[in-house]
Nanobody
């Protein structure tokens, strides 16, 4: 089993910054973590992709966030980060991290429990 625990959320004023972290832990020594990344879900809305990063470092972003958010990954620590700058009230949501684990014959997605980000004055 693999566990993901997000941290770094909170209340921030518009224009402010936050850095989210999400380490993967558990039985991961003999398996490969493929993609990691972040989704978010605002009240009354569907969950949407924020950003993803593959094991080779290649990234993808939602168009509305690519100029303000930066995703990075520390493979040695099995941790994915999301630096969020110039935050707007519409960025308010629960942010979830995910990891796609390659077990050789299949790939399984794991999710964290989410961390609340609130952008408000």
């Amino acid at each position: 089993q693999v566990q993901l625990v997000e941290s770094g959320g909170g209340l921030v004023q518009p224009g402010g910054s936050l850095r989210l972290s999400c380490p993967a832990s558990g039985s991961i020594f003999s398996i490969k973590i493929m993609s990691m990344g972040w989704y978010r879900q605002a009240p009354g809305k569907q969950r949407e992709l924020v950003a993803g990063i593959k094991s080779d470092g290649s990234t993808n972003y939602a168009d509305s966030m690519k100029d303000r958010f930066t995703i990075t990954r520390d493979n040695a620590k099995n941790t994915v980060y999301l630096q969020m700058n110039s935050l707007k009230p519409e960025d308010t949501a629960v942010y979830y991290c995910y990891a796609d684990i390659d077990y050789g014959t299949y790939v399984k997605a794991y999710w964290g429990q989410g961390t609340q980000v609130t952008v408000s004055s």
